[in-house]
């Protein structure tokens, strides 16, 4: 079991370019999220699904766009990056039982933009 | 106002102590409440979950005070593997998203 997965690692992207963040899980989890975490700020809800084909806007989701296209995936796209998205980012998943809120979080990502 | 507010330390402490971390909540309207850790660089992971009735697991201890919306966490005999960053993390129900302190730093000295 990897639990949930994040890729890539590490990226550094010039200011305009894009790139999608992949998450992968192999829980079954019904709910998925993307976080930012910014020095200070504590984690940041970015966008998050229900389930698949399902999206919805978190906290803070300007510039960035997602998709559920299959249940253990989960997508962040960021289609003209700004230097103000110089953060790392989280990818979770939970399930979707009512008596259980925990978050299982990937390793994640820590995106530079220039 | 922060959603969720905590003193982001450091708490220096020395082996074998004990330290208590406090966080305020904001939204009246919320529902659960957890303690996640976080090490340096790493993923944050559910250390426990705070029951109105107050809850311990091991040598971690966790109340919850709705009337002053209030949560805390005791840790006692500190480890030096204790050393990590603390995040208060409070639910509004619904959407089962959750809203994340700033997060406590401790570092155990030998």
């Known amino acids: 079991n990897a639990g949930v997965t994040q890729t890539p690692k590490f990226r550094v992207l010039k200011t305009g370019q894009s790139m999608t963040l992949l998450c992968a899980q192999d829980?079954?989890?019904?709910?998925m999220y993307w976080y930012r975490q910014d020095p200070g700020m504590g984690l940041r809800l970015i966008h998050y699904s229900v389930g698949e084909g399902t999206t919805a806007k978190g906290e803070v989701p300007d510039g960035y766009n997602v998709s559920r296209l299959k249940k253990q995936n989960f997508l962040l796209g960021l289609e003209s990056a700004a230097p103000s998205q110089t953060s790392v980012y989280f990818c979770?998943?939970?399930?979707?039982?009512?008596?259980?809120?925990?978050?299982?979080f990937g390793p994640g990502t820590r995106l530079t933009v220039t | 106002r922060k959603e969720v507010e905590q003193d982001p330390g450091p708490f220096n402490v020395p082996e074998g102590a004990t330290v208590a971390f406090n966080c305020t909540y904001s939204?009246?309207?919320?529902?659960?409440f957890f303690w996640y850790r976080q090490d340096c660089r790493k993923e944050p992971k559910l250390l426990m979950s705070v029951y109105s009735s107050g809850n311990e697991d091991g040598r971690f201890t966790a109340q919850l005070n709705r009337a002053s919306q209030y949560i805390s966490l005791l840790i006692r005999d500190s480890k030096l593997s204790d050393s990590a960053t603390y995040l208060c993390v409070v639910n509004r129900g619904g959407r089962r998203a959750l809203t994340f302190g700033s997060g406590t730093r401790l570092q155990v000295q030998p």
């Open positions: 829980m079954n989890h019904e709910y």
């Open positions: 939204n009246s309207a919320s529902q659960s």
């Open positions: 979770a998943s939970s399930t979707g039982l009512a008596v259980s809120y925990e978050q299982y």
